[in-house]
């Protein structure tokens, strides 16, 4: 894989670090967008910030790094709104912390990206040492109808976006792709367009392109830069469930297909890590909408505590509910 972020600032004081924002609506592939980059970037000092709407963090904990310390999380708040202070001196902190080449930021999917964009524009901390390279925003094509009509950040994030990729063209038709496109073009009309199967893509396309024009960010949006409070829909919400006990996965599927059959429209995003009974591994768990998936994650680690951390996130939830559903897969103690 061909280094694809410009060579290192070390010797060069006054070259800036480059900053690619991946944003899309919740479940459209952003997280394994990042460990593909990291997979062809592996020579290359590369941060990535992870931002989750969640109390718990799961995309952290299965994004791919050489270092932990490259990877910085924060939950339970949007980058942009309530912790873009927190970015700041995050961003900070990384610049003294090493010599980086790049840095990854990975918005929460209900996220609306003018106000990450300005935090980069106007706040004197970091605007001497990071330049914007691009947006690039991934749209689940299964989903994007339904997450445009649910979400106005959904119709930002499209809107706003230098780079669109339309991911999971394997579960749509040819047909549906070309009326994703127009639906993009009615939002979007400049931004450079490309399909991908899980998140796939050649890196050059995305990274390093100095493919961000305030200009034209401008004109979608002129007040971006003012400082404006992002408001959320009161009405989505997210809780995490624990257990420290195995979960049963046969009696977890059964009940998360069914919740998600009857909730599917409500219920935008669910994610999981699992002490699976009878797995040696870590338990991956995730749905989008009505579509659930699960995998192997890798070995528990020895000095590792193992727990299962579950995160949902949607319109109008009952926590009570969810929480009297995921007790009854909990494995009871002989």
Same mark, same amino acid.
């Given at each position: 894989?061909?280094?694809?972020?410009? #060579?290192? !600032?070390?010797?060069?004081? %006054?070259?800036?670090?480059?900053?690619?924002?991946?944003?899309?609506?919740?479940?459209?592939?952003?997280? !394994?967008?990042? +460990?593909?980059?990291?997979?062809?970037?592996?020579? /290359? %000092?590369?941060?990535?910030?992870? +931002?989750?709407?969640?109390?718990?963090?799961?995309?952290?904990?299965?994004?791919?790094?050489?270092?932990?310390?490259?990877?910085? *999380?924060? =939950?339970?708040?949007?980058?942009?709104?309530?912790? /873009?202070?927190?970015?700041?001196?995050?961003?900070?902190?990384?610049?003294?912390?090493?010599?980086?080449?790049?840095?990854?930021?990975?918005?929460?999917?209900?996220?609306?990206?003018?106000?990450?964009?300005?935090?980069?524009?106007?706040?004197?901390?970091? %605007?001497?040492?990071?330049?914007?390279?691009?947006?690039?925003?991934?749209?689940?094509? /299964? +989903?994007?109808? &339904? =997450?445009?009509?649910?979400?106005?950040?959904?119709?930002?994030?499209?809107?706003?976006?230098?780079?669109?990729?339309?991911?999971?063209?394997?579960?749509?038709?040819?047909?549906?792709?070309?009326?994703?496109?127009?639906?993009?073009?009615?939002? =979007?009309?400049?931004?450079?367009?490309?399909?991908?199967?899980?998140?796939?893509?050649?890196?050059?396309?995305?990274?390093?392109?100095?493919?961000?024009?305030?200009?034209?960010?401008?004109?979608?949006?002129?007040?971006?830069?003012?400082?404006? *409070?992002?408001?959320?829909?009161?009405?989505?919400?997210?809780?995490?469930? !624990?257990? #420290?006990?195995?979960?049963?996965?046969?009696?977890?599927?059964?009940?998360? =297909? #069914?919740?998600?059959?009857?909730?599917?429209?409500?219920?935008?995003?669910?994610?999981?890590?699992?002490?699976?009974?009878?797995?040696? *591994?870590?338990?991956?768990?995730?749905?989008? &909408?009505?579509?659930?998936?699960?995998?192997?994650?890798?070995?528990?680690?020895?000095?590792?505590?193992?727990?299962?951390?579950?995160?949902?996130?949607?319109? +109008?939830?009952?926590?009570?509910?969810?929480? #009297?559903?995921?007790? %009854?897969?909990?494995?009871?103690?002989?």
């Amino acid at each position: 894989m061909p280094q694809v972020f410009p #060579e290192s !600032t070390k010797h060069n004081i %006054k070259q800036k670090i480059p900053v690619t924002i991946v944003t899309g609506f919740l479940g459209s592939g952003k997280t !394994t967008l990042i +460990n593909h980059i990291l997979t062809g970037q592996q020579d /290359r %000092k590369v941060a990535v910030i992870v +931002n989750e709407f969640g109390e718990i963090g799961i995309d952290g904990q299965i994004t791919i790094a050489d270092d932990e310390e490259q990877i910085v *999380e924060f =939950n339970n708040g949007c980058l942009c709104c309530t912790v /873009r202070g927190d970015l700041v001196r995050t961003l900070e902190e990384l610049t003294q912390r090493a010599d980086l080449d790049a840095v990854l930021i990975e918005t929460t999917g209900l996220a609306d990206p003018a106000p990450v964009a300005s935090t980069f524009i106007v706040a004197d901390e970091i %605007k001497s040492k990071f330049s914007l390279d691009a947006f690039v925003t991934i749209i689940d094509a /299964r +989903n994007l109808d &339904r =997450n445009l009509k649910d979400s106005h950040e959904a119709q930002e994030q499209l809107a706003f976006a230098d780079i669109i990729l339309i991911n999971k063209t394997d579960l749509v038709s040819s047909d549906d792709i070309i009326q994703i496109e127009q639906k993009i073009r009615s939002f =979007n009309p400049i931004a450079k367009i490309y399909h991908t199967e899980y998140s796939i893509i050649d890196l050059p396309l995305i990274l390093g392109t100095k493919a961000f024009d305030l200009a034209a960010k401008l004109e979608v949006d002129p007040l971006f830069l003012d400082d404006i *409070e992002h408001e959320h829909d009161a009405a989505i919400g997210s809780f995490a469930l !624990t257990s #420290e006990r195995p979960i049963d996965m046969n009696k977890f599927m059964l009940w998360m =297909n #069914e919740l998600a059959q009857e909730k599917g429209e409500d219920l935008y995003r669910t994610k999981g890590l699992f002490y699976a009974q009878g797995f040696p *591994e870590r338990v991956l768990f995730q749905s989008v &909408r009505m579509l659930t998936s699960m995998s192997r994650d890798r070995l528990w680690k020895d000095d590792e505590p193992k727990l299962t951390q579950f995160v949902a996130i949607g319109r +109008n939830l009952d926590r009570h509910e969810f929480t #009297e559903g995921f007790t %009854k897969c909990v494995v009871a103690e002989k």
